[in-house]
């Protein structure tokens, strides 16, 4: 795509296919051969070197998982991206190349569970130390990272699941100052919400199982960022292995069309259920980064072009709220899943911090009647009012009691 003054719309759409379009084409091909012959030896040693384009062996590169990674490079703005098989690939292949026993990496201890499990469990078992600083204290983190010893600052904004906000360009620049890489991950606000390396950081993550695929139906990650950066991550990917299959490129490729479609009904679709769920007695807090009670609003607004389809809210009640309300709602799916075209739903026990005991929930501020929601594109009066009568629903059975 030679305009790069193209809407991100626009962009979603075209950009990174043409080289890939073959016979007329108009659609990316689904490449799934293994391997690729040459008849000139000379060609075949430069391309296995990466002299010359092209492509050798499926583990290395792919023609329809780089078309992806070419879209998403346009769309985040980046030099140069690299997939991966899922989105946790793509975070722990990204840590496992920047560090080694005796490093530090600093974060914050909203991360997603399973990020949550590689800072609390497998880096410290690798003798790597690992800080976790409150979410949106933005002073502590700048006095970590202040003393200059960490490798990496690794943020995720707006957290999974409670959304949190941590200010990007703030914590780049201190980052930066101190001689650490500067990652985030991106996948809850998506590149058409947030660009994290136009605000400073390093490094961009994505699961694209989520928002950029949006349909449920692939697994994927990937890695955004600078030539010589991503050029030592896909060193570390293609002998480790975790590559992404080229039917999920192709799924994940044909989803991101739509993308701003999408993500833009989401936005709306999760303002007005936020609102709305504010209203009710049964909900204890509602947090979405696009309400003004949102403690972290101003930052969000700052950085965001919008807030995202994700939010969350606590219940009365706790766990037995949860299992009263959720499955009276006709138009959510109760799975472990985010970013799909349906709104799904589903408690952090069993979703995001499925991985961690109630304990390390309370300890990061989950309480376990937390509710998490994915907006779909739905008309999302239907779903108000679903949520309305499975509402009822439980008020009722609270009479009966």
Same mark, same amino acid.
């Given at each position: 795509?030679?305009?790069?003054?193209?809407?991100?719309?626009?962009?979603?759409?075209?950009?990174?296919?043409?080289?890939?379009?073959?016979? =007329?084409?108009?659609?990316?091909?689904?490449?799934?051969?293994?391997?690729?012959?040459?008849?000139?030896?000379?060609?075949?040693?430069?391309?296995?070197?990466?002299?010359?384009?092209?492509?050798?062996? =499926?583990?290395?590169?792919?023609?329809?998982?780089?078309?992806?990674?070419?879209?998403?490079?346009?769309?985040?703005?980046?030099?140069?991206?690299?997939?991966?098989?899922?989105?946790?690939?793509?975070?722990?292949?990204?840590?496992?190349?920047?560090?080694?026993?005796?490093?530090?990496?600093?974060? &914050?201890?909203?991360?997603?569970?399973?990020?949550?499990?590689?800072?609390?469990?497998?880096?410290?078992?690798?003798? &790597?130390?690992?800080?976790?600083?409150?979410?949106?204290?933005?002073?502590?983190?700048?006095? /970590?990272?202040?003393?200059?010893?960490?490798?990496?600052?690794?943020?995720?904004?707006?957290?999974?699941?409670?959304?949190?906000?941590?200010?990007?360009?703030?914590?780049?620049?201190? =980052?930066?100052?101190?001689?650490?890489?500067?990652?985030?991950?991106?996948?809850?606000?998506?590149?058409?919400?947030?660009?994290?390396?136009?605000?400073?950081?390093?490094?961009?993550?994505?699961?694209?199982?989520?928002?950029?695929?949006?349909?449920?139906?692939?697994?994927?990650?990937?890695?955004?960022?600078?030539?010589?950066?991503?050029?030592?991550?896909?060193?570390?990917?293609?002998?480790?292995?975790?590559?992404?299959?080229?039917?999920?490129?192709?799924?994940?490729?044909?989803?991101?069309?739509?993308?701003?479609?999408?993500?833009?009904?989401?936005?709306?679709?999760?303002?007005?259920?936020?609102?709305?769920?504010?209203?009710?007695?049964?909900?204890? =807090?509602?947090?979405?980064?696009?309400?003004?009670?949102?403690?972290?609003?101003?930052?969000?607004?700052?950085?965001?072009?919008?807030?995202?389809?994700?939010?969350?809210?606590?219940?009365?009640?706790?766990?037995?709220?949860?299992?009263?309300?959720?499955?009276?709602?006709?138009?959510?799916?109760?799975?472990?899943?985010?970013?799909?075209?349906?709104?799904?739903?589903?408690?952090?026990?069993?979703?995001?911090?499925?991985?961690?005991?109630? /304990?390390?929930?309370?300890?990061?501020?989950?309480?376990?009647?937390?509710?998490?929601?994915?907006?779909?594109?739905?008309?999302?009066?239907?779903?108000?009012?679903?949520? /309305?009568?499975?509402?009822?629903?439980?008020?009722?059975?609270?009479?009966?009691?």
């Amino acid at each position: 795509m030679t305009n790069t003054n193209a809407k991100m719309g626009t962009k979603a759409v075209w950009a990174g296919e043409k080289d890939y379009l073959v016979h =007329g084409a108009t659609q990316v091909p689904v490449v799934l051969s293994v391997a690729y012959g040459y008849d000139d030896m000379d060609h075949w040693y430069d391309v296995a070197i990466g002299k010359a384009k092209g492509h050798i062996y =499926g583990r290395n590169t792919n023609p329809t998982v780089q078309a992806f990674e070419d879209k998403i490079k346009v769309l985040e703005g980046a030099e140069a991206a690299t997939s991966f098989s899922t989105g946790m690939a793509a975070i722990s292949n990204t840590l496992s190349t920047f560090l080694v026993p005796g490093d530090k990496i600093i974060s &914050i201890k909203d991360t997603y569970g399973g990020t949550n499990k590689i800072f609390t469990e497998f880096l410290p078992r690798q003798g &790597i130390e690992v800080v976790l600083c409150e979410t949106g204290n933005h002073e502590q983190i700048e006095r /970590e990272v202040a003393n200059g010893d960490a490798k990496i600052l690794y943020l995720e904004t707006p957290t999974n699941p409670t959304v949190k906000i941590t200010d990007i360009e703030r914590m780049a620049k201190a =980052g930066k100052a101190a001689g650490a890489l500067v990652v985030v991950d991106n996948t809850f606000a998506t590149p058409m919400n947030q660009n994290p390396l136009a605000l400073g950081a390093d490094l961009v993550i994505h699961s694209a199982t989520k928002f950029l695929g949006g349909h449920a139906d692939a697994l994927g990650g990937v890695v955004c960022g600078s030539h010589e950066l991503v050029e030592k991550i896909y060193h570390f990917r293609e002998i480790n292995g975790a590559t992404m299959d080229p039917m999920a490129a192709y799924l994940i490729l044909r989803g991101m069309k739509t993308l701003h479609l999408r993500v833009r009904t989401q936005c709306e679709n999760a303002m007005k259920l936020a609102k709305y769920l504010q209203t009710k007695d049964l909900v204890e =807090g509602v947090y979405y980064p696009g309400l003004e009670t949102h403690p972290h609003h101003d930052v969000a607004k700052k950085q965001m072009k919008d807030f995202g389809g994700m939010l969350s809210f606590a219940v009365k009640g706790g766990v037995d709220t949860v299992r009263d309300l959720l499955p009276k709602l006709q138009y959510a799916n109760r799975a472990a899943n985010l970013g799909a075209v349906e709104t799904t739903v589903g408690p952090a026990r069993t979703t995001s911090h499925v991985e961690c005991t109630p /304990e390390e929930r309370a300890a990061v501020g989950i309480p376990e009647g937390l509710i998490r929601i994915s907006c779909g594109i739905e008309d999302i009066e239907d779903i108000i009012a679903d949520f /309305e009568q499975a509402f009822a629903h439980v008020e009722s059975l609270l009479q009966v009691k």
